[in-house]
């Protein structure tokens, strides 16, 4: 039987290799730019020690900007978003409490948590990443478009990836 910590790092390894062999070289338009490796982030545990969750986001996003090329976009992006996540989760916890074993799947969680939660954390990360890329607040409208414009379709392929997953535990 895998450990936990070996279903993480195989879901890490396979969405870094969907990421920069696959998503990296597919042109949509400037405007859709699906980021589909922070699924791996928005699945880890979520009573994970904070620390940890920081560190490891920072790991990830450093290994998306080395392939991409993006001097610490990525990172800062990633970094962000695991900083808010103990806000957004508290947002939008179910009554009550969350179970201590409790993973943000569809499974155990709901679509509608799923798209709610995944839909904020993609906001928040999409937002900084292409703020950072654009390095100016000049085309304020053109980079706010395609943060929302990239994030639906980041959010989409978040959600079939785990319809599949889901699909594949049955």
């Known amino acids: 039987m895998i450990s936990e910590w070996g279903k993480n790092i195989a879901r890490f390894i396979v969405f870094m290799l ?3 062999l696959i998503l990296k070289h597919i042109d949509l338009s400037r405007f ?30 450093l290994t998306i900007d080395m ?4 001097m610490g976009y990525n990172a800062a992006a990633c970094v962000f978003m695991a900083y808010c996540r103990p806000r957004v989760l508290r947002f939008y916890a179910p009554k009550g409490e969350y179970d201590t074993s409790a993973k943000p799947t569809i499974q155990s969680m709901g679509l509608s948590w799923i798209l709610s939660y995944a839909g904020t954390m993609v906001f928040l990360h999409h937002l ?7 390095l100016s607040f000049s085309s304020f409208f053109t980079t706010f478009a395609i943060v929302i414009v990239s994030s639906i379709s980041t959010v989409g392929l978040i959600v079939l990836s ?9």
Do not use: C
């Open 18 to 20: 969907i990421q920069v």
């Open 67 to 70: 392939f991409y090329n993006t």
């Open 128 to 134: 900084v990443l292409f703020f950072l890329e654009a």
């Open 32 to 61: 859709i730019n699906p980021f589909l490796y922070i699924i791996f982030l928005l699945m880890l545990p979520i009573r994970m020690d904070k620390s940890l969750f920081l560190f490891i986001a920072f790991a990830t996003g």
């Open 162 to 170: 785990q319809l599949i997953m889901q699909r594949r535990r049955t």
